[in-house]
């Protein structure tokens, strides 16, 4: 009779491990969810052991339920390597970037693939395994490698390549470029409504706050990143090696719109706009892709030759086919600065301030008006003081530049520090009766009045 009871009682339990067996493979929404609660206040409660258990079933039969997931492996796997655990460590961190990867693809893949390289960086893979995670990363979104991890895989491509496939260094530059602008528009957009909201009188709460800080914080990093790109790549664009280098690959791209729109705005941005193949570019540009940004290059070509009633007729038409309000308001940039390039800064200025309009936190609007302003300091005043006077008008300005667009701190601080440089003495402002905060009116095309700033 014992003998029997045994067994039953040793079925039973075979029976229920059958069952959890079961259960575990094929767990519900529901189970899943109540083991991804647990798992997540195992992580948080910091009992590690326990959590690790909960990952390995949560991977294994709810891989998909949150990404979340693979997030709190991640503090999981660090802290059984900071514990002395490094190989199981080391393993379970791939592991759970693999199923990341293969469960989640599309969500944050840049920043994923930059967080493995710093990973492998930090445990002691070789250069060209971390090379090839920020390649994976810098394909999937450029944007999600860090600052550091875009400079170190852009020195890998310049020393890669710049001997023998220039074409390449430019496309990696490009391709950064433009994620970032696309990026940068974005926390543009979203720091302007928050401003405008502080300068009219109300309290931001605190996710508002938040939310201003990491736009802010963004565009910071967006505009060093920008600036250690430019620097690195100076040397290479020179018209004497750019337009060798887009009249031998012309014929090839005569219908790439995207080659075609970055070697014509290459061309523009590095005033090699006198060789003959600037316009071919921008002819082929408009043909393979009418677009707005296409018709802006035709217009400056046209008005060049004297057909200004054509030249206008484009821009208007580039004004009305843009919708996007980050693109029309650099789109109206781009006609503010041939403006101004051309002298005529009164215009340059109104469509500077119609940029505004679109995107409040286009900083190089700003910045536009100031250098304008500092341009004209000699001519827009009669005297020592106000002549100084217009400087304050831009250094404002630029000042302006910088809250709006921190992304633009690094280059705005230049225009600052030389505009600080030029405002009226104490001695300047006691000879003409005037203290700082008085109220001043300078006169020209500015007719701006502005409070004396002394120095």
């Not at 736009?215 to 290479?236: F, P, T």
């Not at 009633?309 to 503010?336: C, G, V």
């Amino acid at each position: 009779m014992m003998k029997k009871i045994t067994y039953t009682i040793a079925g039973l339990f075979f029976l229920v491990a059958t069952l959890n067996s079961n259960a575990q493979m094929d767990m519900s929404v529901q189970d899943c969810t109540v083991e991804y609660n647990l798992y997540k206040g195992d992580v948080q409660g910091k009992n590690f052991a326990e959590a690790k258990k909960r990952l390995d079933n949560l991977m294994a039969n709810c891989p998909k339920l949150s990404v979340n997931i693979y997030k709190l492996g991640v503090k999981i796997a660090d802290d059984m390597i900071t514990n002395g655990d490094k190989v199981a460590g080391v393993a379970l961190m791939k592991k759970v970037y693999d199923q990341r990867i293969i469960h989640f693809p599309k969500k944050d893949l840049g920043k994923v693939y930059n967080d493995i390289a710093n990973f492998l960086a930090d445990n002691g893979a070789s250069e060209n395994e971390v090379i090839n995670m920020l390649e994976k990363g810098y394909r999937a979104d450029p944007t999600g490698l860090s600052a550091k991890n875009i400079y170190k895989y852009f020195d890998h491509v310049l020393e890669s390549n710049k001997d023998n496939n220039v074409q390449k260094i430019l496309d990696t530059y490009d391709d950064i470029n433009d994620a970032l602008e696309v990026k940068s528009g974005k926390y543009q957009q979203r720091l302007s409504k928050l401003i405008a909201k502080e300068e009219a009188g109300a309290t931001l709460g605190k996710k508002e706050a938040k939310s201003k800080r990491i736009a802010e914080g963004v565009l910071n990093n967006i505009g060093i990143i920008g600036g250690g790109l430019d620097q690195k790549i100076e040397e290479l664009l020179t018209c004497e090696r750019l337009v060798p280098l887009y009249r031998r690959d012309f014929d090839a791209n005569k219908s790439n719109p995207q080659w075609l729109k970055r070697a014509v705005s290459r061309m523009y941005h590095k005033e090699c706009t006198t060789d003959a193949l600037y316009e071919e570019l921008a002819e082929a540009y408009a043909q393979a892709d009418p677009s707005a940004d296409a018709y802006m290059f035709l217009s400056n070509i046209l008005e060049e030759k004297g057909k200004v009633a054509e030249a206008k007729d484009m821009r208007r038409k580039a004004f009305e086919l843009e919708t996007d309000p980050t693109k029309k308001s650099n789109l109206l940039m781009k006609d503010a600065q041939e403006l101004s390039r051309k002298g005529r800064r009164s215009e340059a200025r109104r469509q500077a301030n119609e940029a505004l309009k679109y995107n409040p936190s286009n900083g190089n609007a700003y910045l536009l008006i100031a250098s304008m302003y500092a341009k004209s300091a000699n001519s827009c005043g009669d005297n020592l003081f106000s002549k100084r006077m217009v400087y304050v008008a831009a250094l404002n300005k630029a000042r302006r530049a910088a809250v709006v667009d921190p992304s633009m701190g690094q280059k705005v601080k230049r225009f600052v520090n030389s505009y600080k440089a030029n405002i009226p003495t104490k001695q300047d402002g006691f000879a003409e009766g005037y203290k700082a905060g008085d109220s001043f009116k300078i006169g020209c095309w500015i007719g701006e009045t502005v409070r004396v700033q002394l120095r």
